[in-house]
Structures are given as structure tokens and as C-alpha cells.
């Protein structure tokens, strides 16, 4: 069902990485890490979805994936209709101005001997998009302006070494806006900043959203940061989507038994607040060597008869609110 | 009596013949079966704070003044060779990384064994057999002790750490971030563990952490850090529901909350001070919305506001912070 509202259309995506074994490894069987097996979801234009869920769910390789920054297992992921997967290099180097990444550590992302004028504009002049000097010179001002580094001229000047870790992260957000982008993904761009910046930065992210008319994806192990930015929210667990719908309606009534558990574990900022939390038992395993059943059995308290046979799919529960449960 | 009580605290460190005061007036009492919360933003202190009470400072980091009474011991007097005694015995500190707290060559048993032995006149087989119960207690299978740290999850290990600072009956736990590197429903399973002993041993725990959410549901106490002052401490609810700093209120306000209303949230504008180049008088004047022209030329003094709740601001209690009173 891709409309013209929908920029972005993931279809069973499938992302597996082989697992080395030793030398006599081709005598046996292969086995793969399921980073991320059959992912089906769709982005509308201007929206904001949120991808959550704990540390090896799949979400940073879905991701990459999403961007063809590793190929694919299986799966397509259709951008304005068009697979890229199918796209040669030429076309695939058009759609990297459209799609951009930033990620969580702006340290490691910026070249500490580039002045930040060097660093904003570095896409514009790999892609030949300069028509001169001046023009470089103008875009980079307007770009961190837009990520309110102001007086702008004067930061242009900066080392990334003079500036602090807020501000570094809104200059890889003016690296990318510079570009024009339709789609950004923000790999946990917020994680690494310190409580009243990491707000600054979210708020302008959201009046950036409204501003540009910007699609994202957000990835975060943080349901209330998630909650915060997104408007829609995507639970995955072990490489597969859990649970999906617009954010209140997960958050407030989540359906799988896993986002129950994740949501009553979340803290809250109040100490007088008091709440029932779910424990869950074990921790999350690795998705390698999946039994084929429901990925979640093995910690989950509410198994049923069906959860041992067969990996349950997702399922509309109520309007766009989807749950791979039997239980519901 | 206080288990941990820490009086005007300051440790410099000295870069190049400079001094940088990372930690500079810290004054706080823990008694047994509370936690007191530390939180602050990153370069605040709170670690330096951690590290002055264990004495395990960096070479160029010195107590510069104030006094660490620890069960009624003055530790800043001690030798290093009594100091020794101390630690583990007295107090351990659980670090955040617990990937890098274990040798990786060595069975996570053999060296907590080692620490028993150091400290208390044990055989080994006793060692071996206090680990055993220890494991136990931490909800670890005591079979696993043989196991090497690489072997262990994340979850797993934070569990061998609690045992290990444990081990030598301490009266105090300092926590720096324990829970911050693993995942939410972990982390409630560690803070749910070390609740738990700390009721069934008399522990004081000193929780060190950036994360004002986890202070909120698992602190008694709650102490707010800036540029190495401690500005604000208190019981949870008189901090969180009503604070006496701007800079308390300003941070607490900026966690967002998956329950409640969204709504956009306050973020304090521009960037905590250069430790090497602090402002005169107040150090949190430069991004106080209600600065004062005294805050800029004197340095506020720590009050008690309330009973129980200190600040240290020149209009604590004057300031309307929106608190529910």
C-alpha cells in the first residue's frame, strides 16, 4: 500500500549476518545472526517514527540497512516508490543527499583538524552542488543558523575542539539540513549529551521538523525520549517488530506483553510517583539460532498454546496499532 | 549517628601548575539504609566526590580541604597503609563499567577470593565457600564463580561487582552510575538487588548518577551538583516536588516522562562553566534566569532552607519555581 503520502515503504526487510565458525566451518550447517528478519513497515511523509527497544534488537542494523550502508539478505525498502536496492551508484549517490544519517557520538563524527565551515560544507563539495565560493560560504551560514549556532560566522571559524558536545551535535544536524534532506535517521543522536542540552537539542530538532517539512526516523533505547520526538513508535525485539502504533495509544495501552514490560520499567522523573512494575525474566538472548516460534516465549508470562508453534505476525488491533502477540 | 558524613569538601586537581577545582564545598550526611542520590551533568564533581571519599584520586587530584568522617574515622588523616584497611572493609565503590572492573584472564571467583583474602585472615577453602553465599545473595549461580568475566552478561556481571563490594562487609556502597551501561529492564533488576541488601546488611549507599529519573525512584536522599558546588540536598519529594535551586529546578525539568502529558520541555540555556575559569560569586549566575546583581559579586552560602533541605542560593525559598506548596 504505498501511497503518495508515504515516503518511505519497508517490506520484509531482512538483514542476517553469517556467523564464523571456525575452519571446518563449511562442513557444517551456516548459522546467522538475525539482526533484523522481516521488517515491514511504512513512513509517511512528515512524520516522526520512533524505533525502540533494548541493546541488540536489530534497530541501529535495520537502520543501516534502510540506508544501504550494508546490502540487504532480503527485502525491500522502496524510497518514493523506488527500491534502492535496485539503484546503481549514480542513483544511489542522488538519494544519499535525500536520506541522511546522524549518529549518536558528533566526537567521533567530525574531523577534529576541519573548521566547522570545512565540516558543514563537505557534502555540498563531494557533491558538486557549489556553484561558487560565496554560494558555499552563504549555504553554510544559513545552515547554522538553522541549528541557531549564533553568530553564525564566528562559529564557522571554530575547531570542533572549542565547541561543546550540544553544540557539536547540531552541527552534524546542519551537516545534513545543508544537503536539503526529505529523510533524516537519528541513530540515538541525543544519548550522548548531558540532561538540559539533550533537551535543546530534541526541541530543535522537533522546530526543525515543522520548519523543513522533515521526514525521521529516530532510534533510541529510551521510550520516554522516544515519546518526546516521535509520533509514531516501533517496538522491535530480537531483529523482529513487536509492536507498532501512534505513540500515546502504545505507550499508555501497550498490547505485547514485552512493550507492557518495557513501559512499567521505564523511571520517571517523580518521586511520588508509584507503579506496578513488570519483571521480566532472563535477559534478552541472541537472535541467533531462533527456535521457530515466538521469539519473545522464552520471558514472556503469558504464553499461550499457539506461541510454541509457529512466530506470530503482526496484527491490527486497533486503527494502525499493531501487535505480534497471540494473546491479543 | 551518620554513617558518611562529609563536611565542606574540596579536591583540585592541577593541570600544568593550574588548579582546576572539580570539587569545591560538598557537605552531605548518609545514614545506614538510606541512599543519597548524586546527580549533576557531566564535569559537575560527583565522581571526584566518589573517588576524594574512597582516596583513589588521580596523582594530580588533591583533598585540598574539609573532612570525610566514616563511621566516626577521619579519613583524609589516615596513611595510605591504613586507608588500604579501608577500603572494601569499611567502604567499596561498584564503577560503571563492570566489563572493565574484572581481569579478563581471571575466574570472576579467584578474585573476589583475592580481595577476601587481602582483607580478612580467611583459609581458602572459607573464601571460596563466602562467594559461594555471596553469588547466592546477587541471584548468581555459585557454580558460575569459575566462570571467566567474558562469559558473563552485562546484567551478570554488575551482579559479581555487587558481590565482590560486598565481600568484606562494608557499612558504606558507593554506586558510580552501576546501572547506566545496561538496559532498562536490567537495571531495575540491579537497583531491585541492591535495595534489597542494603536493607538486609544496614548499607549506606551513596548513589552516583546523571540519570535523575533512576534518583527519583530509587534515592531517600537527593543531592544536585554544579561546577563542583553541591547546590541543593534533601529528601527526594522537597527536591524534586519542591526545589530551592533554580538550577535543581531547571535539570528536573528537563527529563521528559513517558507518563503525564507531553508537553515541550525547559532546557537551561548555554553550557556549565570552564572549572579552570569559574564566575565570580554564584556559578550558576551566568544561566540563571533570576540572577541578581549579588549573585554575580558574592558567593552564596549552603542553608538549610527547610528542615532537612539545604541550598546554596542567595534566594532559595524566594524564588517562585512553580513546587506544589
Known sequence: MTTNDTILNVQDLKKWFTLRTGLFSFRREKSYVKAVDGVSFDVPRGGSIAIAGESGCGKTTLARTILR?????????????????????????????????????????????????????????????????????????????????????????RYSHELSGGQLQRIAIARSLILKPDLIIADEPVSMLDASIRTEVMNLMTDLQKEKELTYIFITHDLAQARYIGDYLIIMYLGRIAEMGPMEDVIHTPRHPYTKALVSNIPIPDPTVERERIMLEGETPTPVDLPPCCRFKARCQEIGAYCKEEEPQLREVSPDHWVACYCE | MAVLEVKDLATYYYLGGKELKAVDGVTFNIESKRTLGLAGESGCGKTTTAYSIMRILAENGKIARGSIRLGGVELTELSDEEMRQTRWKKASIVFQYAMNAFNPVLRIGRQIVEVIREKDEMSEEEAVLTVSTLFDEVGLKPERQVDYPHEFSGGMLQRAIIAQALACDPQLIIADEPVTALDVIVQNKILDLLRKLQDKYNLAVLFITHDLSVVAENCHDVGIMYAGNLVEVGDATSVFKNSLHPYSNKLIGAFPSVVGPKKRLEFIPGAPPNLMNLPTGCRFHPRCPFAQSICKDVVPEFEEITSGHYAKCHFAGELDLGGEQ
Open chain 1, 69 to 157: 550502508l550494508v546490502e540487504p539478505t532480503s527485502g525491500s525498502v522502496l524510497y518514493n516508490g523506488e527500491n534502492i536496492f535496485e539503484m546503481n551508484r549514480l542513483e544511489l549517490s542522488d538519494l544519499r543527499l535525500k536520506m541522511q544519517l546522524i549518529f549518536q557520538n558528533p566526537f567521533e563524527v567530525l574531523d577534529p583538524r576541519h573548521t566547522v565551515m570545512d565540516l558543514v560544507g563537505e557534502g555540498l563539495v563531494i557533491h558538486n552542488l557549489h556553484e561558487s565560493d560565496e554560494v558555499l560560504h552563504d549555504r553554510v551560514i544559513s545552515a547554522l543558523e538553522d541549528v541557531r549556532l549564533i553568530p553564525a560566522a564566528d562559529f564557522a571559524t
